[in-house]
């Protein structure tokens, strides 16, 4: 084929295959266009998740018509001239393509004013066609990009987009991110007409993190202060209370929000100093001059590389420890001068807290001519039951022929280590784990409430008043009905505050916040929420935290109603998340092992 050059229409839109990747990324960069235009007030309004509109509306300082029809040419920017500036960028955007990319993809109509011209402008841009109107308008100053039905004209990107719930989620994510470094500026976002988000200016840093993250981190928050040289690493960190994901940790550079490796690595090494599982909430601003940082990276600019990465990590997991460990502790704990070795691992994806932990490591003996294998696990795990229900599912690996589930009463022999009740069967030995049993019983009772549409409540005497935080409020917004299903009687009661005033049975003496704040890090790490996937998320919450812990004394009699119960239940095997609840060891195995066999 001979070489011929491409069109403008085509080479904006590969370019925005890489600027523009879902709807959050829209949002994301005319976010970033408002800041940098100045603007005090910001407000996101979205159809679908954004996948049928969304608008993004600033005061900021808007643009002449002659800017604006610039504006939405491919590498039109204000915000640089020559490569000098490139690397003392102060401003979120630098490269010049996000509004032509977008508009390349999408039915794009921008309305600007920058105050000073006698009438505002407004360009509609048609990306079928590649033409452009320029009208004359009226509006104040400011500007308001709308964006429809994003990847119209590319089906095959369009295919790509996530459930509307999954994307509004995303857009959650960015607007209270964004929020976080400027806690002088409003923003807000409506989603299908509902405001889910309300953040009105803040008075300080600590202010915002508590709006975004929620009240309930207050106590917790300490600051987060280290400088190495020009580095300087500051912001906040919650001491003593953790999280099931890394959710609520927000790392920026320069006011830029990063996904960076050397940020993420320093912050684990930190929190891995302590004996606390899960996550602290950490929000970092890394201040350095901007010719140590390179920003230009990566198209989607949320990348970044450092001159000196080995400064940055000892700041960041200095400040970082330093904020966990509490004042008292602080003092002595690294120095410059001592970096430890940086060993990055490679960035996995995150275990999601509820849906899939890791499997039981069972001990497997090593198969020896004196040895037999007491242990074959791959056959004592079905598949959990939402793996065995969907449609689409892939055929477990390796999957054996199920395992026979024999007399599963048995004989009770007792307990083991306070955590695993033994049974004499017809097979041989048998070892059920009483906190996975239980989680399969409840979660069966509660499924089956929600599908029988019988909630089972308990009014409590005070209602709750769980503060969610603006990024959480509106992902608990989205379960209220599925809550409601199983027994919850809860309500937006002001702001981000949910009023609760009865629970399921199973929750009355538990933690609430605990099983609102683990179904929220499920919710936000799972892809596709199917609404069959949000009921179980709600019941596997809600199981794993009533059931019976492992180190509790159980009764003979409690001991045989959970065994009865299970073996009532629809998958005695495999707790909801996919772990084994029962481990066989075959008596011919044991009779081999002794050699009598
Ligand atoms: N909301 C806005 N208010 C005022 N001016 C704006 C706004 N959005 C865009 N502009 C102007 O349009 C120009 C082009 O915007 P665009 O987002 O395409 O590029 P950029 O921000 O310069 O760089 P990047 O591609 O990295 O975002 C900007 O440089 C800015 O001058
Ligand atoms: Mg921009």
Same mark, same amino acid.
């Given at each position: 084929m001979p070489i011929h050059l491409l069109p403008t229409e085509l080479i904006n839109q590969i370019a925005a295959g890489e600027v523009v990747e879902r709807p959050a990324s829209v949002v994301k960069e005319l976010i970033e266009n408002a800041i940098d235009a100045g603007a005090t007030t910001i407000d996101v309004l979205l159809e679908n998740g954004g996948k049928q509109k969304i608008e993004v509306r600033d005061d900021g300082w808007g643009m002449s018509r002659a800017d604006a029809v610039l504006a939405i040419e491919r590498h039109a920017t204000s915000k640089i001239r020559d490569f000098d500036d490139l690397t003392r960028v102060r401003t979120l955007g630098f490269r010049g393509e996000a509004l032509p990319s977008i508009a390349s993809v999408s039915r794009f109509l921008l309305t600007t004013s920058d105050g000073a011209s006698a009438e505002a402008t407004e360009i509609e841009c048609d990306p079928l066609t590649g033409t452009r109107a320029v009208r004359p308008a009226a509006r104040d100053r400011g500007t308001t990009i709308v964006v429809r039905e994003l990847f119209e004209n590319v089906p095959a990107r369009r295919k790509f987009l996530r459930s509307s719930d999954a994307e509004f989620r995303s857009i959650v994510t960015v607007v209270s991110s964004y929020a976080l470094p400027f806690p002088s500026r409003a923003f807000r976002l409506e989603h299908n007409g509902r405001v889910v988000l309300d953040l009105p200016p803040a008075a300080s840093?600590?202010?915002?993190?508590?709006?975004?993250?929620?009240?309930?981190?207050?106590?917790?928050?300490?600051?987060?202060?280290?400088?190495?040289?020009?580095?300087?690493?500051?912001?906040?960190?919650?001491?003593?209370?953790?999280?099931?994901?890394?959710?609520?940790?927000?790392?920026?550079?320069?006011?830029?929000?990063?996904?960076?490796?050397?940020?993420?690595?320093?912050?684990?090494?930190?929190?891995?100093?302590?004996?606390?599982?899960?996550?602290?909430?950490?929000?970092?601003?890394?201040?350095?001059?901007?010719?140590?940082?390179?920003?230009?990276?990566?198209?989607?600019?949320?990348?970044?590389?450092?001159?000196?990465?080995?400064?940055?990590?000892?700041?960041? +997991?200095?400040?970082?420890?330093?904020?966990?460990?509490?004042?008292?502790? $602080?003092?002595?704990?690294?120095?410059?001068?001592?970096?430890?070795?940086?060993?990055?691992?490679?960035? $996995?994806?995150?275990?999601?807290?509820?849906?899939?932990?890791?499997?039981?490591?069972?001990?497997?003996?090593?198969?020896?001519?004196?040895?037999?294998?007491?242990?074959?696990?791959?056959?004592?795990?079905?598949?959990?039951?939402?793996?065995?229900?969907?449609?689409?599912?892939?055929?477990l690996a390796d999957a054996e022929a199920p395992p026979d589930l024999g007399d599963l009463r048995g004989r009770i022999i007792g307990q083991y280590r306070m955590s695993y009740i033994l049974l004499d069967t017809p097979g041989g030995l048998r070892l059920v784990d009483q906190h996975v049993a239980h989680e399969r019983v409840l979660f069966d009772r509660c499924f089956a409430r929600i599908e029988k549409h019988e909630p089972a409540s308990q009014q409590l005497l005070t209602p709750i008043l769980y503060d969610a935080g603006a990024a959480e409020s509106a992902v608990l917004e989205s379960h209220v009905e599925e809550l409601r299903a199983v027994g919850f009687d809860i309500e937006r009661f002001s702001?981000?505050?949910?009023?609760?005033?009865?629970?399921?049975? +199973?929750?009355?003496?538990?933690?609430?916040?605990?099983?609102?704040?683990?179904?929220?890090?499920?919710?936000?790490?799972?892809?596709?929420?199917?609404?069959?996937?949000?009921?179980?998320?709600?019941?596997?919450?809600?199981?794993?935290?009533?059931?019976?812990?492992?180190?509790?004394?159980? $009764?003979?009699?409690?001991?045989?109603?959970?065994?009865?119960?299970?073996?009532?239940?629809?998958?005695?095997?495999?707790?909801?998340?996919?772990?084994?609840?029962?481990?066989?060891?075959?008596h011919i195995d044991i009779e081999r092992h002794f050699h009598r066999k």
């Open positions: 840093d600590r202010d915002r993190v508590i709006q975004v993250i929620g009240a309930d981190i207050e106590p917790s928050l300490t600051a987060i202060e280290a400088a190495i040289g020009d580095v300087s690493a500051h912001g906040f960190a919650t001491r003593g209370l953790r999280f099931g994901s890394r959710r609520n940790q927000y790392f920026f550079v320069n006011g830029r929000l990063v996904k960076d490796r050397v940020l993420t690595h320093a912050a684990s090494r930190a929190a891995d100093a302590f004996d606390d599982d899960g996550h602290p909430a950490i929000v970092l601003f890394l201040e350095l001059p901007p010719a140590q940082v390179d920003v230009n990276v990566h198209p989607a600019k949320t990348e970044v590389r450092f001159r000196d990465s080995s400064h940055v990590h000892v700041a960041v +997991e200095q400040g970082i420890r330093r904020a966990l460990a509490g004042a008292e502790e $602080g003092g002595a704990l690294l120095t410059s001068s001592d970096p430890q070795p940086m060993q990055i691992r490679s960035a $996995g994806p995150e275990q999601p807290y509820l849906l899939a932990p890791q499997p039981l490591a069972l001990p497997v003996p090593p198969s020896t001519a004196q040895f037999t294998p007491l242990f074959r696990r791959q056959a004592m795990v079905q598949p959990p039951l939402a793996t065995a229900l969907a449609t689409d599912a892939a055929p702001g981000n505050a949910f009023a609760i005033a009865a629970l399921p049975p +199973e929750l009355v003496r538990g933690d609430v916040g605990n099983f609102l704040r683990k179904l929220i890090d499920a919710s936000i790490d799972e892809k596709s929420p199917h609404l069959y996937r949000v009921r179980e998320k709600v019941c596997a919450s809600l199981a794993c935290q009533a059931a019976i812990k492992v180190h509790r004394t159980l $009764g003979g009699e409690e001991m045989a109603r959970l065994v009865a119960e299970l073996l009532d239940s629809s998958n005695p095997f495999a707790c909801p998340h996919g772990r084994p609840i029962i481990v066989d060891i075959k």
